[in-house]
């Protein structure tokens, strides 16, 4: 291959090609992150004892000290959240199936998906510098200052951290506009608002969210960065600084971003799920419109909420009331929304393939998170539950549980048209089971020791005697988070080797209406030979006048239609 | 765009001016964050920022001279005078920079740290711009959108310096 080819494929503008290469950074960066979280538990399940395996790397004794242990937790949430999940759900599968699914050649601006994959890969690059580092961020996800401040933190791994979110904040906001812009303007002819796949619309409200409030995430840790670099104190305040500094401005910024990226992450995947119920469940999906209202009001009101992560902040008693009112009326929507799935699924005839267990996954853990954010809506019950493992049980069910179970569901559910490969489906079953059981297990686990009051971040809790009785709790989740780990070799098996053995997947293999399905599988360069006509929504399954394989695709015409 | 046929052009030029004003949207809430941070500074005691003085109304005045030329020659490749402007405007941001000097300002007050991170926010966007001054073969109407843009942005962040603050 010459220069000229290897930049050529280097630089290929292709939707697919960028997705895929996104697919590839996420899961990486899916391992290395979970692999955080093992010596996490391994520290909670078992305090003081030397890490098996990895131990050497944490120092000659083996086991991990407290700086390590924050280092750990502030790199498997941040990695988690900005560098495995987004690029998984909103890159890979954002990038590759907006076009097929809309009936697009591409997306409106090529050149904006290349820019952001590689602006993603420079943020990765950088946050992965400070592994190498005598000391790394260790101010936990958030950042919160002063803690990341030079004053809290000296030294250049927490430098690196905001110059790494403001990269990532690049990234997304790329890709956003890229997106927005595809599905505005580039849509098949018919393809009529209320027909578009409900996925795509995850992925518009999602992206129309991250165009409003990645902005304030950029604000946030530009200020930051100048805190640390340029010796300004926009974050430190107190008798000694003169300039007037305060760090709950961060918060501010950070949450009015924060709040709203958990349904930048979750919309696509509420979009997938709501597809393949659909699908998997060979009937329209219930109240199709009612869906997209409803996915609409949850986002207008998430962006209205951000201050019930701020309770604890003096916050005037007034505005705590006014969030935790719209807190609660989030509520209203996400029901709705849960009720369309359930409706959907009533007198559905099941097809129970793993797609179809994964999204049944993603439904189970959604309502448990979604239950348990109620508590966390109250003032009263925050003050106690605030910054307690509650917290991390919740928000590890919604963003971790149910964005991850989709992630899976999303990609057993387009393996084959992405790679033109069938997978063993005995192996995903075993993965999910794997998965969904140990996952539900941990996570529920950390809702029933933060109720009993633990606190999140404690390098060792049973240091203290009141907590000292909820060790056996805690060692059997970090048995269960083993237990998730080994539940992720199925999938690489399968992953890996479908890609070399697996059999010539079928063009159709779910039997379903939407465009990506009416091309070869993987697709060609092009997409479509012709830019499809679409003549129906993207649910029409045991339609009486479809095809034996009950599918009644978005380009058919029947005979008694106007072509 | 210009080897296009003419009905392609025109639907790339509309997915163009849907892209930048959502660009230009998130640019603005960017401002906005920016803006309200410097308003919770000055509730919480920081010091006003120090005027710049007459440079605001030349800085002002240079992004207005790129508007007009961009306007009067839209759709030609006449962008000498426009490109010349542009530069000038940098060129006068940094002089503001070194005169005010930076770095010891920012020290005394966060307000005057945070007005310096907007000016600074402000040359990026300005730099990009330049960039597609030189980088476009003819102007256009989007080219001379996104300078009206920053105009606006400036005259709103030279004049956060001049408001009463709390």
């Not at chain 2, 030029?13 to 949207?25: H, I, P, Q, R, W």
Request: aromatic share 14%; hydrophobic share 50%; net charge positive.
């Amino acid at each position: 291959m010459s220069t000229t080819q290897f930049f050529g494929e280097l630089l290929s503008r292709d939707h697919k090609v960028i997705g895929k290469r996104f697919l590839w950074l996420g899961l990486g960066f899916l391992f290395l992150g979970g692999a955080l979280s093992m010596v996490i538990r391994w520290q909670l399940g078992f305090p003081g004892r030397p890490v098996p395996l990895v131990g050497r790397a944490l120092g000659a004794s083996g086991r991990v000290s407290p700086t390590a242990y924050a280092e750990l937790f502030t790199l498997h949430g941040t990695i988690m959240i900005f560098f495995a999940v987004t690029p998984l759900l909103i890159g890979a599968f954002g990038n590759y199936c907006i076009p097929l699914l809309i009936g697009a050649r591409g997306m409106a601006f090529p050149v904006l998906g290349v820019l952001s994959f590689f602006t993603q890969v420079t943020a990765s690059l950088v946050l992965l510098a400070s592994f190498f580092l005598p000391t790394g961020p260790l101010a936990g996800w958030t950042g919160y200052p002063p803690l990341s401040t030079s004053v809290g933190t000296p030294g250049l791994g927490q430098t690196l951290w905001p110059i790494a979110m403001a990269l990532f904040a690049a990234a997304s906001l790329v890709g956003a506009i890229n997106y927005i812009t595809t599905v505005v303007r580039c849509r098949a002819p018919g393809m009529g608002w209320f027909r578009l796949p409900l996925t795509v619309w995850g992925f518009l409200l999602s992206s129309i969210l991250s165009a409003l409030f990645l902005p304030f995430l950029t604000a946030a840790v530009l200020l930051l960065f100048s805190d640390r670099l340029f010796g300004t104190h926009f974050y430190i305040a107190g008798p000694l600084v003169q300039s007037g500094g305060d760090p709950i401005i961060y918060q501010h910024l950070f949450w009015i971003f924060g709040h709203p990226e958990v349904y930048i992450l979750i919309f696509p995947a509420w979009g997938i799920v709501s597809d393949l119920l659909s699908f998997f469940a060979r009937k329209p999906a219930f109240a199709y419109p009612v869906t997209v209202v409803s996915l609409m009001a949850i986002a207008v009101i998430s962006t209205l909420v951000y201050g019930h992560h701020m309770y604890v902040t003096s916050m005037s008693p007034l505005l705590g009331q006014g969030f935790m009112v719209l807190t609660m009326l989030v509520s209203l929507p996400a029901c709705i929304l849960f009720i369309t799935w359930l409706g959907t699924l009533w007198r559905g005839s099941l097809r129970l393939a793993p797609p179809m267990w994964f999204t049944l996954g993603v439904v189970f853990v959604f309502g448990l998170g979604g239950l348990t954010g109620l508590y966390l809506a109250h003032i009263p019950i925050d003050i106690y539950l605030h910054d307690t493992y509650f917290v991390v049980g919740h928000f590890h069910l919604t963003m971790a549980a149910a964005v991850l179970l989709a992630v899976f569901a999303a990609i057993y559910f387009w393996y084959p048209k992405i790679f033109g490969r069938n997978y063993n489906h005995t192996l995903a079953h075993l993965h999910f089971w794997l998965s969904f059981l140990p996952m539900s297990a941990v996570f529920s686990i950390m809702l029933v020791v933060g109720n009993a009051g633990l606190q999140r971040r404690l390098f060792d809790p049973s240091d203290y005697p009141i907590w000292r009785g909820l060790l056996g709790l805690n060692r059997v989740a970090s048995y269960a988070a083993f237990a998730l780990l080994f539940g992720q070799i199925p999938f690489v098996v399968n992953f890996i080797g479908s890609l070399f053995w697996g059999a010539r997947s079928e063009h159709n293999p779910w039997h379903v209406g939407t465009l990506e399905w009416s091309v070869s599988s993987p697709p060609p360069a092009h997409n479509f030979d012709e830019i499809p006509r679409v003549h129906r929504g993207p649910h029409e399954l045991g339609h009486p006048r479809s095809d034996a394989r009950g599918v009644l695709a978005q380009t058919t015409v029947l005979s008694d239609e106007a072509p | 765009v210009s080897r296009l046929a003419p009905a392609a052009r025109t639907q790339e030029e509309t997915s163009a001016a849907v892209g930048l004003l959502l660009f230009l949207g998130s640019s603005a809430l960017l401002f906005l964050a920016l803006w309200a941070a410097a308003l919770l500074l000055s509730l919480r005691g920081a010091p006003p920022p120090t005027p710049p003085g007459w440079w605001s109304l030349l800085t002002t005045g240079l992004l207005f001279g790129v508007t007009f030329q961009l306007q009067k020659f839209e759709r030609t490749s006449r962008r000498i005078g426009a490109r010349a402007c542009a530069l000038l405007f940098l060129g006068a941001l940094g002089l503001i920079w070194k005169r005010a000097s930076l770095l010891e300002s920012s020290g005394e007050s966060s307000a005057m740290a945070l007005f310096f991170i907007l000016t600074g926010i402000h040359a990026l966007h300005g730099a990009a711009g330049l960039l597609a001054l030189f980088a476009f073969r003819r102007t256009s109407r989007l080219l001379n959108t996104y300078w009206q843009f920053l105009v606006g942005a400036w005259i709103l962040t030279v004049s956060s310096a001049y408001l009463p603050w709390p």
